[in-house]
């Protein structure tokens, strides 16, 4: 770095300092999910506390109780939270209940463009109404539903050999949905190293989000659309089309198949777990998780390798992370905007990165060396060019919670066809869109 | 003795401020009465009847909680006549019902033999009543929590234990897990929770019984069979139905527990009454429909419970 350089940087730094220091200080609450990326958003947010001279708390809640208490303290204009990293279906109801604040404003001032961030994150994460440029919050945290396996005995020569003689191909990662049914069916059950292990663990969980979450990883992959055109609430032949109902039927065999005995209520914690203990081959979650797993002293490093959800008809993955935004009863609007601008800079996207967040910003994403930059980030570029996300209207969780029922009556409880699931579920949303005034 | 209460009552009323005195002395004993029963009444006001009376107004509203912008309309009976016609619904209520008739008979059942054992009079029956009556002791959190580990099809103990008796494979069958099972799982759990409270109010029945009715009923060379139908059971059964209207209620409103065992799975065989009340408040924030849930399950309860009390009153009375 030449002298002027170190100069200028200095003059910098002072012109920060007094800015802090005539701004009042203030004590920031951000909320979030309680996960592997927050302990590096603390991290991050040290660089922001001494920029600034605002304090930083934190907030994080346990993913199954997040969106309860999350929605819980919006709703009741509670003051908790300053920033709120919320989920991406909560936009249309943070912006239509007033929850969040419009940041279209402050962005124009301060120079932010959303053109320097992925479309479809901003897309998901940002507007409302959705692809409209009313923008709610900053993309904090890119991520998509994505697969993990264990390499290493995927490399096993009498593995490999077992499975070619078995299916007459080579053992790899599946290029397809049903390619993945076979591998896991095919480590299901098998003794490694003494020990029976299983196919795969999957999302079956019930009370929040979790078998939703993992059956559309499968939907998706089919074909499934919401509605036969966007915006027009019309369901029928689109939710309960022949593709829909081949997909919920695979994730139903999937699950009846393949996965570790007791699997009937699992969601991220229970994935990793099967993942770590070594139950499993194969297992599904979220991209935040990977860098993580990766570091795992036992079942990381050389252990592990990702792939991104398989297409079946179509390329396509389940949508995961969450924009940041500023809560509208918080009284330290201008110090949490301060934030979001601070988070916003590409240098501090790049260090979000390297600490183990999911950045979000073009600079990152389309560096050169970003692919290779961790074993999991060129899955997670070509997962993000296909995401889809769930209903993100402000009745998401009536919308949510029918498709958690319809879901797991069928898959876990073995009630009905998924035809019957399909169709019901449409029932039910219906209802809840003339409700809303919708239909 | 008396000439001493007179004397400390006039030392007191002597004591007493005469503005005070004076103000008390002007109120009646319906008045002071009041007095005392006000603050209770308010709060009984302010903490219960206020919120029923406004749930009742609200369920006739499509009011969402989470909404306050959007116009609130008056629906009439539509939320009570969904409910009424809602299957689902109906199936949780189903649930409910199993769960509530098979604690209620187990516990009563088994409590009823474990206090009769203990009321034997044997060496260490004081040591036995403190750990029978330990997981009652224990959070529904906790309590849920350990025995889904019990109940984990690969290393929990109770699929151990059955595997060892029937000599299945404990991997083969899942208590939270199976449609058939999970129903019987939490019967099982909140049994082993709460049979030890049914056995404390059997224990207090059959220790109020005299002596003397047994050693009457011996000199009558009554049989130890025929006292235990004509002097015990009739003489416990007022602590018994007391027993099964607290165990009743409790369990008809019963949501800790099953939630932290199941969450109301399997698909939806465990999603009892209150658990899918809680889902429609505040979850789904229908909160317009989910105050007519609350009123149908408040009078089922209340109805239910008052012919309770009418017929246990009645049997208290022989």
Redesign the interface.
């Known amino acids: 770095m030449t002298t002027r350089r170190l100069m200028s940087s200095a003059a910098v730094a002072a012109l920060t300092l007094s800015a802090a220091g005539a701004a009042q200080a203030e004590n920031l609450t951000l909320c979030w999910a309680a996960w592997d990326p927050a302990n590096a958003l603390v991290e991050l947010s040290k660089e922001f506390e001494a920029q600034s001279g605002h304090s930083m708390s934190f907030e994080f809640v346990p993913w199954p109780n997040f969106a309860?208490r999350m929605?819980?303290e919006?709703?009741s204009g509670g003051q908790l939270c300053d920033l709120l990293i919320g989920d991406s279906q909560w936009i249309g109801?943070g912006a239509?209940?007033?929850h969040y604040v419009k940041l279209n404003d402050f962005f124009d001032r301060e120079g932010i463009s959303m053109d320097d961030f992925a479309p479809a994150t901003v897309y998901a994460y940002s507007t409302w109404p959705k692809g409209a440029p009313n923008y709610y919050a900053l993309p904090a945290m890119g991520d998509a539903n994505g697969w993990f396996y264990r390499k290493d005995w995927f490399a096993r020569p009498e593995i490999r050999e077992a499975f070619k003689a078995e299916h007459g191909r080579e053992l790899a990662e599946p290029t397809s949905q049903r390619e993945l049914m076979e591998i896991a069916r095919f480590f299901q059950g098998r003794e490694i190293d003494g020990q029976t292990r299983y196919g795969v663990s999957i999302f079956t969980?019930?009370?929040s989000e979790g078998i939703t979450m993992g059956a559309t990883g499968a939907l998706y992959a089919w074909g499934f659309k919401y509605e036969n055109t966007p915006g027009s609430y019309d369901m029928a032949g689109a939710v309960n089309s022949p593709e829909a109902v081949e997909a919920l039927e695979f994730y139903k065999e999937l699950y009846q198949c393949c996965t570790?005995?007791?699997?009937?209520?699992a969601y991220m914690e229970q994935s990793l777990d099967a993942f770590k203990s070594g139950q499993v081959a194969m297992a599904m979650n979220w991209f935040a998780f990977f860098p993580g797993l990766y570091a795992d002293p036992d079942t990381g490093g050389e252990h592990i390798d990702f792939f991104v959800n398989p297409p079946q008809n179509v390329p396509a993955s389940t949508l995961g992370g969450q924009g940041i935004s500023v809560v509208a009863y918080s009284e330290k609007q201008d110090a949490a905007l301060e934030y979001i601008k601070w988070f916003a800079q590409p240098e501090v996207q790049a260090k979000w990165w390297a600490l183990g967040g999911y950045s979000a910003h073009n600079s990152v994403l389309n560096d050169p060396g970003f692919p290779d930059s961790q074993p999991f980030a060129a899955d997670f570029l070509k997962a993000m060019e296909n995401v889809q996300d769930f209903w993100q209207e402000?009745a998401y969780?009536?919308l949510l919670?029918a498709m958690q029922?319809r879901l797991?009556?069928?898959v876990?409880?073995?009630?009905g066809t998924a035809q019957e699931a399909l169709d019901m579920l449409i029932e039910d949303w219906t209802e809840v869109f003339e409700?809303e005034g919708k239909l | 003795m008396t000439d001493v209460i007179a004397t400390a009552a006039d030392r007191a009323a002597r004591a007493t401020p005469p503005s005070v005195a004076r103000r008390v002395r002007g109120l009646s004993d319906r008045a002071i009465a009041w007095l005392f029963v006000a603050p209770t009444i308010f709060l009984l006001l302010a903490i219960n009847i206020f919120p029923l009376i406004w749930t009742i107004r609200l369920s006739f509203t499509n009011f969402a909680a989470n909404r306050p912008n959007r116009e609130v309309d008056w629906v009439g009976l539509r939320n009570y006549e969904r409910i009424l016609t809602d299957g689902d619904i109906w199936l949780s209520m189903q649930a409910t019902a199993h769960f509530l008739f098979w604690t209620i008979a187990l516990q009563v059942l088994i409590g009823f033999a474990l206090a009769w054992l203990i009321n034997q009079k044997f060496r260490g029956d004081d040591l036995w009543t403190t750990i029978i009556v330990l997981p009652m002791m224990l959070s529904p959190a906790v309590v849920g929590n350990f025995w889904t580990f019990l109940y984990q099809p690969q290393i929990g103990l109770f699929n151990y234990a059955v595997a060892w008796v029937t000599g299945a494979d404990p991997s083969s069958f899942e208590m939270l897990g199976s449609v058939t099972l999970a129903p019987w799982a939490i019967v099982i759990v909140d049994t082993w929770m709460w049979t030890p409270f049914v056995m404390l109010i059997c224990l207090a029945g059959l220790r109020s019984i005299p002596e003397s009715i047994y050693e009457a009923a011996e000199i009558d060379r009554a049989s130890p069979w025929r006292q235990f139908w004509t002097i015990t059971v009739p003489m416990v059964a007022p602590f018994l139905m007391l027993a099964v209207l607290f165990r009743g209620i409790e369990n008809f409103k019963m949501f800790d527990l099953v939630v932290q065992l199941t969450g109301g799975g399997p698909g939806s065989v465990t999603e009892l009454a209150s658990i899918n009340l809680k889902r429609e408040a505040f979850e789904k924030w229908r909160t317009g429909y989910s105050s007519a849930y609350a009123v149908i399950l408040f009078v089922t309860i209340f109805g239910l419970a008052s012919i309770y009390v009418k017929a246990l009153n009645r049997v208290k009375a022989r």
């Open positions: 309860d929605l819980n919006l709703n109801g239509e209940n007033g969980e019930r009370g570790p005995p007791g699997y009937t209520n402000p969780a009536s919670l029922k797991h009556d069928y876990v409880a073995d009630q409700d």
